[in-house]
């Protein structure tokens, strides 16, 4: 069992940055592939990036890529996305999520997932 807690949401203007975090506890945090993930009102749910347990492989979605940046630091047991750039249509509610499986689509099978942090970018 993983408990995931996200932070670090807010609002902020077009072109601003906000820097998420994700804190995990329960069971070893560096066996999980870790995921942000977002929803806007009236939206479905998206995949926005993930990273390997090592770190070593990441992934984005094409609507963030060069602008956010996913991290993680297996040793505090938490994840980051920053966001730079922010535009209006990065709001959302962003959630953490955990996946215990090996291979698969990296935004498929998240095991856990957060409460949400919500992500406000004004015009």
């Known amino acids: 069992q993983v408990q995931l807690v996200e932070s670090g949401g807010g609002l902020v203007q077009a072109g601003g940055s906000l820097r998420l975090y994700c804190a995990a506890s329960g069971r070893a945090f560096s066996s999980y592939t870790m995921g942000w993930f977002r929803q806007a009102p009236g939206k479905e749910r998206e995949s926005v990036a993930a990273?390997?347990?090592?770190?070593?492989?990441?992934y984005y979605t094409d609507s963030v890529k060069g602008r956010f940046t996913i991290s993680r630091d297996n040793a505090k047991n938490t994840v980051y996305l920053q966001m730079n750039s922010l535009k209006p249509e990065d709001t959302a509610v962003y959630y953490c999520?955990?996946?215990?499986?090996?291979?698969?689509?990296?935004?498929?099978?998240?095991?856990?997932w957060g409460q949400g942090t919500q992500v406000t970018v004004s015009s």
């Open positions: 990273i390997s347990r090592s770190g070593n492989l990441i």
């Open positions: 999520a955990a996946k215990g499986r090996i291979g698969g689509r990296w935004y498929e099978d998240y095991d856990y």
